[in-house]
């Protein structure tokens, strides 16, 4: 797909017809949405004749977005991406049934109706969703073209941790999707290292496996830290914790509204949407210092995420999670320090760690997470220079630049490989 040009550059030699398969797509601002985003727009740029075949906008909110009510198929081009949508269920409530109906949804009409177009030279899925991997999977197949899905998550041990109704029969039918698509992909991406022991475990060959991190996929802050806390009406001197994105199970954000409980003094928010923001509502009735913030525009939200004092990662307890959750990257790139309230095994504790840029607090613990936030407020100088290792990391490591080469080489090198 490209070729080094020896300064770092890369230049399209070839123009290829894509297909990716994501659920999530633009306007969705938050999870998959956007690496998918980015990566068909790349590709866009790049001269390819580029497709997606993509869900109905419906994330992190578990809402369908109002410009799509009523539509069950749709093509339409933004940015020079065809883009194909097809209707599925969107269930407000979480559980195993509902989860299950939503993928079976998803994966019936895609197979039903496959973009119209022509044989792509590959196919690349993201994952989760479950779908997504099997619907690339049988594409790619009936096309005979290099399949490669890029690992985000993997669902069938969210699914056995996250808490949801039926949970282990959701991980036992997941499994079993993930194992058929994992092991049709010519090349199988991970965008992190603690995914390839799992998707190995799967009976995919290690020589298959490519890691692929994902990058920063926001600009930093645009506008002073003071400005951003004037316009929000957050008070000079107080100290302001904030969590961004999806608002669900395995998130268990109960610790921050605990948390946001024991000591007044400290502002909470709550910034995005999200099937348990109703139930975390309740939580917090009667604690003013608990705030919650609808989701901004992709101009506003490193501003505020770089006026926060604190940014918030949480975790289940019961939540071994492997994948790295997108917000991660985003807190880097805004120049504030992380408290992490996750398992230290996992992929997210590995990253902070690895960054410099935060600290690690056991999971579901809110005095323990209160302790390291108030330990950063009274610290100021080594607040700053812990935050300041966010943007050093982004730039050695998440580049968009550099996370959209590695996805061209994986494209490229699958194209490569000879069919079995």
Sequence with gaps: ???????????????????????????????????????????????????????????????????YAGAWRRTEERAGVVLHRRRHTVPPRQTALKRATFEASVLLHGLLAPPSMARPHAVLAQMPSLAGGVIGARLASRWRVPYVPVVQDLMGAAAAQSGIRGGDRAAALASRAEAYAL???????????????KVRG???????????????????????????RARLGWA???????????????????VLVETARRDPAVRVVLLGDGNQRAHLAQLAAGIPNLHFMEPVGDDEFPDVLAAADVLAVTQRAS????????????????????????????GTAQEVLRSGAGVLVAPEDPDAL???????????????????????????????????????????????????
């Design 183 to 197: 092991r049709s992909a010519t090349l199988v991406g991970v965008i992190h290292e603690t995914f390839v022991d």
């Design 202 to 228: 799967f009976g995919v060959d290690p020589g298959r496996i490519r890691l692929v991190p994902n990058w920063s996929h926001v600009s930093g802050p645009s506008e002073p830290r003071e400005k951003t």
């Design 319 to 346: 939540v071994l999670d492997m994948s790295v959750p997108s917000k991660l990257t985003s807190y880097f790139a805004a120049g504030r320090p992380v408290v992490a309230s996750v398992a230290a095994e996992g």
């Design 370 to 420: 209160l302790a390291a936030v108030r330990k950063l407020a009274d610290d100021p100088a080594a607040a700053e220079e812990l935050g300041a290792q966010g943007p050093r990391h982004v730039e050695a490591h998440l580049t968009k630049r550099a996370g959209l080469a590695r996805i061209d080489a994986l494209i490229e090198e699958a194209m490569g490989v000879p069919a079995t």
């Design 236 to 254: 000079d001197g107080e100290t302001v914790v904030l969590h961004s994105g999806n608002m669900g199970l395995k998130q268990g954000l109960e």
């Design 1 to 67: 797909m490209t070729e080094s040009t020896g300064t770092g550059e890369t230049a399209a030699t070839t123009r290829r017809r894509l297909l990716m398969v994501s659920t999530n797509y633009a306007p969705e601002h938050a999870g998959i949405g956007p690496y998918a985003t980015q990566i068909a727009e790349h590709w866009a740029s790049l001269g390819h004749e580029t497709h997606v075949l993509a869900g109905m906008p419906h994330y992190p909110s578990w809402s369908l977005d109002p410009a």
